[in-house]
């Protein structure tokens, strides 16, 4: 017989009760990684009841033969085909052009300034491109570049105190979105001053913007795989439209893959256009219904 002395009982009931709490770390444990697990599979899947963009039909694809690196903006004129991509494995910055009609590239311009080498969206008006250009990080800095679209000279430019990533231009106004567009700086262009910044009146983080009419028209994501298109009465700013948008594929890395307006918007009256891969990149058509 074995008997066990009041040290003996007391050396068992500590490891009894270590061997407990070691037990319940071990749920716990598992409980959290089983729910972060499942948070993260919702969050990676999209809406079923989400196609590639709601209350719009895919007229066709048109590839772009030439280089880009990762695409941020798109605009288009009658001929060409703008889009900005940022190269950030060697902190370059470019705007490229391409014809409408065939895909072609046409040419290239390096808009690196300094530090500053993230061109963003991307808008034309007249015949003037405009485009931001920041440092790639947030509360950081930026400069609006107005660029001719037919000799390709800059013909001014301005700084700003924060990271701009999109910007719509209109004959008078600029509105240029921050780091996820989550502010909107307002410029008036007869005096080249900010007018006022106001939050966006949406939760899209903003990557394309122009002007429509009376409305800014706005794309971007909301998560890695889905995003909206949003139509904005100005100045109001109220939310007057938007269209969600599904993923375009798998999710990959270096923009290979997520939503559809994840970057380059551009649109027509109904022809809606975007560019959401990188470099080889495809320029989606869409013509919406309503």
């Given at each position: 017989m074995i008997v066990m002395g009041p040290q003996t009982r007391v050396f068992c009931g500590g490891k009894n009760q270590m061997i407990r709490m070691i037990r319940?770390?071990?749920?716990?444990?598992?409980?959290?990684?089983?729910?972060?697990?499942?948070?993260?599979?919702?969050?990676?899947?999209?809406?079923?009841?989400?196609?590639?963009?709601?209350?719009?039909?895919?007229?066709?694809?048109?590839?772009?033969?030439?280089?880009?690196?990762?695409?941020?903006?798109?605009?288009?004129?009658?001929?060409?085909?703008?889009?900005?991509?940022?190269?950030?494995?060697?902190?370059?910055?470019?705007?490229?052009?391409?014809?409408?009609?065939?895909?072609q590239f046409l040419l290239r311009l390096e808009l690196t300034d300094g530090d500053r080498y993230h061109p963003g969206g991307i808008s034309i008006s007249g015949h003037s491109i405009w485009v931001p250009v920041a440092e790639l990080k947030p509360n950081s800095s930026a400069v609006l570049v107005e660029i001719d679209a037919d000799s390709l000279q800059i013909r001014r430019k301005f700084s700003v105190a924060d990271h701009l990533g999109c910007v719509a231009a209109s004959e008078r106004t600029l509105v240029a979105g921050n780091w996820d567009s989550q502010l909107l700086y307002v410029f008036d262009l007869a005096s080249n001053?900010?007018?006022?910044?106001?939050?966006?009146?949406?939760?899209?983080?903003?990557?394309?913007?122009?002007?429509?009419?009376?409305q800014l028209v706005a794309g971007g994501n909301v998560s890695w795989v889905s995003g909206t298109v949003d139509w904005i009465d100005w100045p109001t700013l109220k939310i007057a439209r938007t269209l969600r948008t599904g993923a375009i594929g798998p999710i990959r890395p270096f923009g290979r893959g997520g939503p559809y307006t994840g970057e380059g918007m551009a649109i027509e009256g109904r022809e809606l256009f975007v560019l959401p891969e990188d470099g080889p990149s495809r320029m989606f058509h869409f013509r919406l219904d309503v």
């Open positions: 319940k770390v071990i749920r716990t444990g598992l409980t959290t990684l089983f729910l972060v697990v499942s948070c993260l599979s919702v969050a990676a899947t999209p809406r079923q009841s989400v196609g590639p963009i709601e209350h719009a039909h895919l007229l066709g694809a048109l590839r772009l033969d030439g280089e880009l690196f990762h695409v941020q903006g798109l605009a288009l004129d009658d001929r060409r085909i703008w889009v900005t991509s940022v190269d950030q494995t060697n902190h370059r910055g470019y705007i490229h052009a391409f014809d409408r009609a065939s895909g001053r900010l007018v006022k910044v106001v939050p966006n009146p949406s939760q899209t983080h903003f990557q394309d913007m122009k002007f429509v009419g009376g």
